[in-house]
C-alpha cells in the first residue's frame, strides 16, 4: 500500500478572476493538494503565519504596495520558508524557487499544477534531519542504525515514498532489511528467500553488470524493473517466490539508491515508485546525509558496546583480585562474558606441556565426562586451534564452513561462528578460551577485542593462582625458618645453637646430612654435623684448610651458595666420613656484612635432591645463623668486659659530680644572673643572683621575656628595662657533640651605665648647640670677608672656611647620634630600594666625576623595604663619601643591588658599595664601626673627618633590623655588605 501525501498551497492574487483559474485548474490536475486563496495581504500573512504551507504563490499583477507586502511577510516568517513561485500574465523575467516561468494561463498553471509536488517533495526531502542522538532508542534487538533507518522509511513515507532501507553487513555481506513501508508478508517473502540462498549476498562481480555500480556505491538506479532487480541481487531465488514478491509489492519499477559514506557501504535505499530528476537529486542528498548519520549511529552503537566490555572487564579485574580459586574465577568470568558477547557455547582449557584440560565450560561442552587430552589426540594438525596454540593470535571466524577445520577437541557441527583466544603470561601459553555461535556472522572483531582483554585478565588470574601456591608452600618454610631465627637470638650458647638449627634444616627440607662449620683465619672448624634419620652427630670431622682445592673454597671465596644438583663423584667430600652415597650437594655460606663466618653444608642421596627454590630460604636462615654464632662468641667477652666498665663508669660517676659541684659554686660567685634553659624553653639552672630577680616584683615580666629570648634563635644580645632598671641581656646557645641542648642567659644590670651615656648624650646635645651658632656667624664673615682684594686673604679664608666646615661636620654627626639615640620612634615607609639608590647615584655622580672616579651601579630587580627615606640617603652618602674619599682617580667605585638572604630566616636584599682604595687593615676591620674611630690610613692621609660615619650608618641599619659587615684587602680595596629585610604590611611606627 502507497502512503499519500497532502501539500498545501497559500496563493495571494488580488483578481477575483486569477483566484478562480487557480481554482479549476487545480481542482482539475493537482487533486492531493490542498488550495488556500486569498484576495487581501491581511489574511495572506494570517494563514501563512497559523497554517502549515509548503509553498506560496503570487498571482500578478498586482499592485506594488500589495506585492512588497507579501514579500515582506515572507521574509520575515519565522518558521520554515515555504517555496515561492510568481505567476503572471507574461514571464519577462525568472524569479522564485523554480527557474521556469509559468503564465497565468491554463497551460501555465497547469503546469505549475503538475510540477509543484516534485518540486515541495524534494523541499521536503531536503529538510529531514535524522541526526542519532545519546537517547536513542535501542536495546538487545534494537541499535541505533536500525532506529534511525526506520525514521528516515517513517519521513518518507509521510511524503508519499513507499521505501525500504536493506543494510549490507560488511563482514560477511549478509543482507538484513533494517526499515520498510511494506506490510509483513513482503518482509517475510523477503527473508524466506535470503535463507534459501544462505543468507549472504551475492559478491558484486557475480551480478549483473547493470547492479554492480549500484552495489559498488557509484551509481543509482531509476525505473529499475522489480522483478529484474530482484532476480538480480537474489539470483539464487526461484522464479515462483519472485512473482509471488513482486504480486504483493504490487509495483512494476522502482528507484535504488546506495547508502554511502566515504567508500564504505551501509546498505540499498529502494523507493516504490520512479521520481522525477529533482526528486532523484533530493534522494541523492538525502541518502548522503543518511550515511553520514548512519556511520555516527554505528560509532555509537561501538562505544555502547565497549562500554558494557568495560563494565564487564571490571567485574573480571574484580573477580581476579578478589577470587584466588580458579575454577569460582573461571565460572565468574563467563557469567560476565555472556553480558558482552553473545554465544551458544564458552569453554576454558588449561594447557601444559602436551596435556589440554577442559577447566570451566557454558553451553555444549558443560558436563562432558572426558576433560582432558593429549595435543596429539588433535588429529587434524593444521587446525586452527593448534595454530592458535602455536602463534599466540587470536582467532576469529565469523562464517565456519567445515567444524572440523576447527580441530576443538568436541566441536560440534552446527558451530558457524568461532572465536579462539590464546590465555598467556609474559609470552607463555597457559590456557585458551573459545566461544561458539550457531548463527553464521554472530561474532565481529569488537567482541574478538573483548574477548582478548577477557583472556589477558585470565592469564593474570592463572599466574595469580600459581604464586599463590607456590607462596603458601614458601611460606611455611620461611615460618620454621623465623622460628629457628627467633630462637638462635635468644640462645647464647654456640653448641647449643648450631645443634638445633642442623637438626630443623634437616626436619624442614629432608636433607640426609647438615654441617655446620666456623672460619677461623684460613680454616673451617666443624661446629656440628648431623646425619641420617635419626640425625645423629657425628664426630671425629677433621678441620678444613681453605685454598686446598676442596669445594667449601669457592663458596668461602665468592660468598655465594653453591648448587651441585648432580654429584657425581663424592671423592671430593672423603675428608667427612659416610659422604659416598652423597649425590647432590649445597653450600651456603653464613657471613656478616659480606664477611663469611661459616659454612653450611647440605647433602642429598638423591639426584636434584636439593632444591634451587630453597637457596634464597636457606640464605635469610644462614644470615641470621652466622650472626647469632658471632653473637654467642662475643657474649663472653661482653661478660668480661662487663665488671671493668661497670668500675669505669663508678670512676666516671665521681668525675662529673665533682666538676658539677665546681660549676654550682662558680655560678653563685658571679654577680650577674645566670640562667639555664633546655630546648623545651625550662628553667632547668639559675643561680642566687638569678634566683633573687624571678622572685622580684617584676618575676613574671623577666621570665616570659627570658623565654622569648629563648625562642627567637636570631638574636643573641638584647636590652630590657623593667621600672627603673634596665638589663642587657646576652643568649648563648648550649651545644653538647654539635647539637644544641638548650639555652643560657645571663642578664646585667647596666642600669648605671644608661645614666652615664644618657648624661653624654645630653653634654654633646649642649656643646652642640652652643658651637653651632658661633660657627654660623664665622661663616657668614668669611663669606664677606672673601669679597675682599688680595691674594693670601683668599688662601686664609680657605683655609678658615675649610676648618668651619670640619666643626660643622663633626657637630652635624654628633648631633645625628644624639638623635639617633634619643629616637624611640622612626616614621616608616614602603621604599622602592631602586629607585632610592638612583638618587644617590645622581647626587655622587658629579663628584666622582670631578675626581676622574669610574661610578658603577648595578641593581638587580626593585625590591620594597620598609624603612625610613632620609636615614637610608644618610646610610649610603656616608658609604659613597667613604668610597669616593679613599679611592685614587682613575679607579672605580661600586653600588650594587643583589638578591640575597645573608643567612638571615627572613627574606632580604643585599647591597653592596665597593671601592678600589688601599683598604683596611685586618687588625682595624672590628673597630671600624666604634664611635670617634679613625684607623692608621686615614691618619696618615690625613683625609679629613670625625669617626662617626660609620657607627651612624650602622645606628640607622640596626634601626632597620638589618646588618652590615665589612671585608678588605691592602691594596685592592674594601666592600660594605649591607643585609635589610623585606617585609610585609602597611606605613606603620617602628621603634
Known sequence: MTPKAHFSVLLFDPDPQGRQKFQDVFSQNAPGIRLLLRARTHSFTQALNSQHVDAVVLGLPMEHTLLCEALFSLATFQAKRPLLFLVGEAAPFEFGDDPHPYTKDHDGISALARLLPILVRAARIDSIILEPGADEPHGPSTNRRTSLAERAIDCLAGLGLASMYISIDPLNGRWMIRASTYSEEVIRLIASIEAKGGQVAPHVEQVSADFRGLLRGQDSLNQVGLKEFLQGIMPWGPDKDLKQLQRA?????????????????????????????????????????LAS?????????????RAKGLLALQGVLVSVTSTLDTTQLMDQVLDLLTEVVTFDGARVYAIEDDQIELTAARGSLRGRRKKTWQKTDISNSGSLFLQTLKSGNACLQSEVMDHSELGEPGAHADWRSWIAVPIQWQGEIRGMLTLSNKLPGSFQPLHLEITETVAQQLGVALENARLLESAHQRAEKLKIVHEIGRSSVSLLDSQLLVFEAAQRVMQIFNYDQVGIFMVAENTLIPEIYLYGKQMQERKGIRNIVLNSGSIFDEAVRLNLPIVISHLEDPSGLAFIPGTRKARAAMLIPLSIKAAVVGVMLVLSHKKDGVDQDDVEILQVLAAQL?????????????????????????????????????????????????????????????????????????????????????????????????????FEALASSVEQEGQSIGTVIVLRNITRMKELDRLKDHFVATVSHELRTPLANIKLYLSLLRRTQGERENHYFQTLGSETDRLTTMIEDLLDLSRLDAERQIEFQFIALKDLLEEIVETQGPICSNKRI?????????????????????????????AIAYTP????????????????????????????????????????????YRGRMAQQLKIHGSGLGLAIVREIVESHGGTITVRSDIGQGTCFRLWLPITEGGERIHG
Open 249 to 289: 509489492l504490487g509495483l512494476e519499477s522502482i528507484f535504488l539508491a546506495p547508502v554511502v559514506y566515504r567508500d564504505h557501504m551501509h546498505g540499498i535505499l529502494a523507493i516504490g515508485k520512479a521520481l522525477h530528476e529533482i526528486e532523484q537529486q533530493a534522494v541523492h542528498r538525502f541518502t548522503a546525509r
Open 293 to 305: 548519520w548512519l556511520t555516527q549511529a554505528s560509532a555509537m552503537d561501538e562505544l555502547q558496546e
Open 626 to 726: 652466622g650472626i647469632s654464632l658471632v653473637n654467642a662468641r662475643l657474649f663472653s667477652e661482653v661478660r668480661a668486659h662487663a665488671a671493668k666498665l661497670e668500675q669505669r663508669v663508678s670512676e666516671r660517676t665521681d668525675e662529673l659530680q665533682s666538676q658539677k659541684d665546681r660549676t654550682e659554686a662558680i655560678l653563685r660567685s658571679v654577680a650577674d644572673a645566670v640562667m639555664v634553659l633546655n630546648l623545651e624553653g625550662r628553667l632547668v639552672l639559675a643561680n642566687p643572683t638569678a634566683q633573687t630577680l624571678l622572685s622580684g616584683p617584676w618575676s613574671d615580666q623577666l621570665y616570659q621575656r627570658v623565654v622569648e629570648l629563648h625562642q627567637d634563635e636570631t638574636k643573641e644580645q638584647t636590652a630590657w628595662e623593667f621600672g627603673p632598671e634596665s
Open 854 to 882: 669610574e661610578l658603577i651601579h648595578e641593581s638587580n630587580g626593585n625590591p620594597i623595604v620598609f624603612g625610613n627615606h632620609d636615614r637610608l640617603i644618610q646610610v649610603f652618602t656616608n658609604l659613597m663619601a667613604n
Open 889 to 932: 682617580a682613575g679607579n672605580a667605585v661600586g653600588i650594587r643591588l643583589l638578591p640575597g638572604d645573608n643567612g638571615q630566616a627572613k627574606a632580604g636584599v643585599v647591597i653592596e658599595v665597593e671601592d678600589a682604595g688601599m683598604g683596611i687593615p685586618a687588625d682595624e676591620l672590628p673597630y671600624v664601626f666604634d664611635r670617634f
